[in-house]
């Protein structure tokens, strides 16, 4: 087996089989973070930092976990001084998935075989240079060579869609659709919640000065979502509230919010009970998806979060959180009614997920999220949730990422993973190769369109 080859996760014979199966097709992409802007302007890429570093969590992470300094990851330094530094310490990012993405991008993309090295930096920094001047290395061109089919932005709800508006007439044959975030909404005493308020009330026109009327602009925005197209909604919670709560109880704490004094902790989490019940309620309606993330602790470490703002690499997992308990009052509240995609940051989490999921026909384990989505955390999950619940309900795979060649790398990293695991399967006499092919083309493909109605 050779670095990246074609055996490439691939430990069976069986695993190769239905992996050919499963190869090319089509992408599906219900969650991620992609850069709608950058799709449809369509001008491609001046550099390979631009493409592989300069929106990549995972990359600048690794890199400062080896002693590169700041400026020469998200700061002043150049792009090829950024790129220079990455290709110095790429050797040492072997065994961490980040490693085989980055090889993956510049073999799959680039035609490029030479591991990235400080040796090999100047060459695979001009060979890609001279390649993005083609314009079948631009955006558009790169998302049907991979064969993306649909992918899903992640869009706060004050958002205009004008992008999207955009993306529908410009981009052929692939379909871009928004994802309503509703996190700001719900996350009151947060240091810029007042910010979303008016910032919700002048995107719809709606007086938010009363809860009745932040509710009604909240659902204003989940209508013009709809009718553009987005078939589910995000919330990241670190740990999920849900229980029974008045909306006089919940209009009470807005009220209080709204004249500048702070609540307390048991009001923030009854504030953030009723309105994720009211977004569950505005789902079903719609037939919308409720994806839960849950688990993250973010911006952990201070002088990151200081220096560089929210979300830039500094979020950690915990074990203490109580998912059972607290999701028990949505769950059953929408039993039947709505999809429930279920996703956590924290792998000891996943009995709990999985479990639950057993339980109501209509939730789902979403897949092996962010710290987790390597050959070994994948395969780790695929076995459980096969194990427990079923894999043919497992939701399938989302890239997760600002980085667009994400779709290639991720995807191929996960079909590569799911080929494995059933693969094995096959060898040990537990399920006919028949079997096992239309079970992985139904989670690699065919689940994930019909569960989010593609």
Known sequence: MGFLDETYLLETDAARKLYD??????I??????????????????????????????????????????????????????????????????????????????????????????????????????????????????????????VVCSTDDPTATLELHERADTQVD?????????????????????????????GATGVDTSSFTGFLDALETTHDYFAEHGCRASDLSVQEPVTRPVSKRRAATIYET??????????????FKAFMIEYIGGLNAEKRWVTQFHIGPVRNYRDELFEQLGADAGGTVTTQTIDIATNLQ??????????????????????????TIARAFPTVSVGPAWWYNDSPFGMEHQLEYVGSVDLLANHAGMVSDSRKLLSFSSRFEMFRRSLANVVGNHVERGRMPMETARELIEHVAYHRPKRLYGF
């Open 21 to 26: 199966a499963i190869e090319e097709l089509p």
């Open 28 to 149: 599906i992409d219900p969650h991620s973070h992609i850069d709608v802007g950058e799709i449809v302007a369509n001008e491609g890429w001046n550099d390979v930092w631009e493409l592989e570093g300069a929106t990549d969590h995972y990359v600048w992470t690794a890199m400062r976990k080896r002693g590169i300094p700041e400026d020469q990851i998200t700061g002043k330094a150049s792009n090829r001084e950024k790129w220079n530094a990455l290709a110095r310490i790429a050797p040492e990012l072997a065994g961490n998935p980040t490693y085989e993405w980055i090889h993956l991008d510049l073999k799959r993309r680039f035609d490029i075989e030479k591991p990235l090295s400080e040796s090999t930096a100047d060459e695979i920094w001009n060979e890609t240079a001279s390649q993005l001047e083609s314009d079948e290395k631009r955006p558009q061109a790169l998302l049907r060579e991979m064969g993306v089919d």
């Open 173 to 201: 044959s692939i379909d871009v659709y928004p994802t309503w975030r509703a996190d700001r909404a719900v996350h009151i005493g947060h240091r810029d919640w007042d910010d979303f308020v008016r910032e919700l009330q």
């Open 257 to 270: 919010e709204r004249r500048g004094k702070s609540p307390n902790d048991r009001q923030i989490a009854d």
């Open 329 to 354: 009052h949505f769950l059953n509240t929408f039993d039947g009614e709505s999809e429930i995609v279920l996703y956590c940051v924290d792998p000891t989490h996943y009995p709990t997920l999985t």
